[in-house]
């Protein structure tokens, strides 16, 4: 199947710094990649969609100016977590559809 | 939107034996149906889908179904064993956006 990576795979930050989250498509080319959200023992709540060359579209409630998402080509698409706070420590996984949809690794997001 | 709902929340079944997760959608413009495996600590697996052109599709242990008149789809493996123990997620999606079941965590007891 197709593969999605994503970087970093954990990464602690302090309150109030910016973390970066990188998502590749690594053997296709994705217009179109969404971001989800993953609390522990709950499912996969979809954060926003990224579209190569345009604005992101965001789901009801997450605010756009915190996770920042640029989607510059066609198989890269980065999420930055804006001024960290606890309450954002979670499991972030982004996706492409390629067929079928495909998930990356996630990335464990712990903010101290 | 789509609605998606998974049941059961909790499996657990005897090596060898098998395992039925059913799914249940509300949007009928739905045509695509994924299912996924987590492993703790990882992101999700595609390791099955179908298409609401299809009624049933194989592969080796893993099969799904979908009625697609009930608004219903289905999970089946057969023959598990301990690596089939994990999370799986339904999801329903109108070839863009997937929405997704709440989750299934399958205990295979050796």
């Known amino acids: 199947g197709a593969v999605v990576s994503q970087h970093p795979s954990r990464v602690i930050c302090k309150s109030g710094t910016s973390v970066k989250i990188e998502c590749r498509s690594l053997d296709f080319q994705a217009t179109t990649m969404f971001w989800y959200r993953q609390f522990p023992k709950q499912s996969l709540m979809l954060m926003a969609t990224s579209n190569e060359g345009s604005k992101a579209t965001y789901e009801q409630g997450v605010e756009k100016d915190k996770f920042l998402i640029n989607h510059a080509s066609l198989t890269l698409s980065t999420l930055t977590v804006t001024s960290a706070h606890p309450e954002d420590s979670s499991f972030y996984i982004c996706?492409?559809?390629?067929?079928?949809?495909?998930f990356g690794p996630g990335t464990r997001l712990t903010v101290l | 939107g789509e609605n998606v709902e998974q049941h059961p929340s909790t499996l657990s079944v005897q090596e060898g034996d098998s395992a039925v997760i059913k799914c249940t959608y509300s949007d009928s413009a739905s045509n695509y149906f994924p299912w996924y495996k987590q492993e703790l600590g990882k992101g999700p697996q595609l390791i099955i889908d179908i298409r609401s052109n299809v009624g049933e599709k194989k592969d080796q242990r893993i099969a799904v179904t979908l009625n697609k008149t009930a608004k219903h789809f289905s999970l089946h493996i057969t023959e598990t064993q301990p690596e089939d123990s994990a999370v799986y997620f339904c999801?329903?999606?109108?070839?863009?956006?997937?929405?997704f079941g709440a989750g299934t965590t399958v205990t295979v007891r050796a």
């Open positions: 999801a329903a999606s109108n070839d863009y956006k997937l929405s």
């Open positions: 996706s492409a559809r390629q067929g079928g949809g495909y």
